[in-house]
């Protein structure tokens, strides 16, 4: 039987389901009638929490084990793997300066890494079934640079270069690839912005950071609802031709991406130091 017929319902594996953007998208998988099978660290198997197509699951996207025993457990529930998303994240702020290594490494442990991980689980799979649609959260950072927040983008810039890769080698197995580039939204989780340990009231950056957390908190609760980012994922999926790229931000960032790409680098650079500023050190 065809999984078009409606009675099988084709799943999605998810990642980062347990809040903000990840959650949103989950749900709207599931309000289409997909089996979602849903990962995300704070998930408890003990007491799961279930509904009708969806399932949640633990998962640690640091952990080779913890990726491959949810991914033993997904294909327990469904034997095919129609489509990935990779949401999971953590954000760490601070200057470049006072970010240690360690912090650098958790966020790309997670953001890139972790997606690398889960992508090459699902691969295998994808391939043997000739479909298969994989789908990364990058992000406008992803495409360009903002103060405070190197780690975070440089995670983000790795996942541009490594979709644009794994999209040219899937493709003859008949598997797209689309990399979810949304602007600020609402809802995301405080337990994944962090702030880098060294980032403190002794920083020679502390005015300069300070200013830029109230842009990037103001911009992040005035941001876009998750809920329209998370149908517009569901509506790419279904396509066809999936969209490569699936910019989901406002005016104003969506122009600031073109920008980057025309200006000449010292005035980008002037631009947006001067908008992290938020009005204060001018
Ligand atoms: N919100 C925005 O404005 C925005 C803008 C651009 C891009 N994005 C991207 O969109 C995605 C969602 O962001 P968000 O801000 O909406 O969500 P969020 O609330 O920050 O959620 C991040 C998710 O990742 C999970 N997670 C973190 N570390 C994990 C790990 N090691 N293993 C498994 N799951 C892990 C968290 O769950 P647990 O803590 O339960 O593990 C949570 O479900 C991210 O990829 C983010 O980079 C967001």
């Avoid at 929490?49 to 640690?60: G, I």
């Avoid at 780690?151 to 598997?175: D, F, N, R, V």
């Avoid at 600020?184 to 300070?210: C, I, M, N």
Wanted: overall charge positive; hydrophobic content about 35%; glycine content about 8%.
């Amino acid at each position: 039987m065809q999984k078009e017929d409606k009675k099988i319902p084709k799943t999605v594996w998810i990642t980062g389901a347990s809040s903000g953007l990840g959650l949103a998208t989950a749900e709207a998988f599931r309000n289409r009638g997909w089996l979602v099978v849903a990962g995300a660290r704070s998930f408890n198997e003990e007491a799961p929490n279930n509904e009708e197509n969806m399932v949640r699951l633990k998962l640690d996207v640091t952990s080779e084990e913890s990726c491959n025993r949810f991914v033993q457990k997904a294909l327990e529930l469904s034997p095919t793997v129609d489509a990935l998303v990779c949401g999971a994240a953590v954000l760490v702020l601070g200057s470049c300066e006072m970010t240690s290594v360690e912090e650098y490494r958790r966020v790309m442990e997670t953001n890139f890494l972790g997606a690398l991980r889960m992508v090459s689980c699902a691969l295998p799979h994808m391939r043997e079934q000739k479909s298969g649609r994989i789908m990364l959260f990058s992000s406008i950072n992803g495409l360009l640079g903002i103060p405070f927040q190197s780690a975070y983008t440089a995670s983000k810039h790795a996942m541009e270069g490594y979709a644009e890769c794994l999209s040219m080698e899937t493709k003859p197995y008949g598997i797209q690839v689309c990399l979810i580039e949304p602007g600020d939204h609402r809802g995301g989780s405080d337990r994944t912005r962090l702030h880098a340990a060294r980032e403190d009231e002794s920083s020679p950056y502390k005015d300069a950071y300070e200013s830029a957390c109230a842009v990037i908190h103001r911009d992040e609760t005035g941001g876009l609802l998750p809920e329209k980012l998370g149908q517009k994922v569901v509506r790419n999926a279904e396509k066809r031709r999936m969209k490569f790229r699936l910019r989901v931000a406002k005016f104003d960032q969506s122009l600031a991406v073109l920008l980057h790409t025309l200006l000449p680098e010292w005035l980008n650079s002037w631009i947006l130091r001067d908008y992290y500023r938020g009005g204060k050190n001018k």
